[in-house]
């Protein structure tokens, strides 16, 4: 499974005026903020999951070569049935 690449557009930060402070440049900056960090929080979220997958792959794959060299060994834990002489 791919984790799909998200494009993250990241709009132009307007300047405040200098001469006052204005509430709604400071709205709109807080916004972007929150924005941001949703995306951010989702990639993350996404991270995670795709590390647990890959995390139980390895140990699945781990145990099963484990089984698949445990009569090859002969040390007893093999699921055939021995030949008796």
Do not use: C, H, W
Request: aromatic share 2%; hydrophobic share 40%.
């Amino acid at each position: 499974m791919r984790a799909r690449m998200r494009r993250v557009i990241v709009p132009r930060l307007e300047i405040m005026p200098t001469d006052a402070v204005s509430l709604d440049f400071l709205a709109k900056q807080a916004k972007l903020n929150l924005d941001e960090l949703r995306v951010v929080r989702k990639e993350i979220a996404e991270m995670m999951r795709l590390i647990s997958a890959n995390y139980e792959l390895t140990r699945r794959v781990a145990r099963r070569q484990g089984e698949l060299r445990a009569p090859i060994a002969g040390n007893g834990n093999s699921t055939r049935p021995e030949l008796s002489p």
